[in-house]
């Protein structure tokens, strides 16, 4: 089970982290992963960590603005946004797989969304 938190409202060039926490013993094997859904599209990619968090992939609307990361320990992945554009603004998820991938459909588990806001 995945539960993302973290999401609220946040003026332009501002900063948010996202949690997504993890329950179980096996949150180690997974590669995480952080997608959006603005309202209207489809979800899309964001980010993505591999098992050991020493790999990092990025959307190009992100990249440079924003960090995603992994505690093992904790059983946590975090996602460090930063220099906030209103077109951020979203419902974000975590989700996990067995390798790295950008497609929503290969995504093996989802956690609920954390809704972020960003105003100008």
């Known amino acids: 089970q995945l539960q993302a938190s973290g999401g609220g409202l946040v003026q332009a060039g501002g900063s948010l982290r996202l949690s997504c926490a993890a329950s179980?013993?096996?949150?180690?094997?997974?590669?995480m992963g952080w997608f959006r859904q603005a309202p209207g599209k489809e979800r899309e990619f964001v980010a993505a960590i591999n098992r050991g968090g020493g790999s990092a992939y990025y959307a190009d609307s992100v990249k440079g603005r924003f960090t995603i990361s992994r505690d093992n320990a904790k059983n946590t992945v975090y996602l460090q946004m930063n220099s906030l554009k209103p077109e951020d603004t979203a419902d974000y998820y975590c989700?996990?797989?067995?390798?790295?991938?950008?497609?929503?459909?290969?995504?093996?588990?989802w956690g609920k969304g954390t809704q972020v806001t960003v105003s100008s």
């Open positions: 179980g013993r096996t949150f180690s094997i997974y590669v």
């Open positions: 989700a996990t797989s067995n390798y790295i991938t950008t497609k929503s459909d290969d995504m093996a588990y």
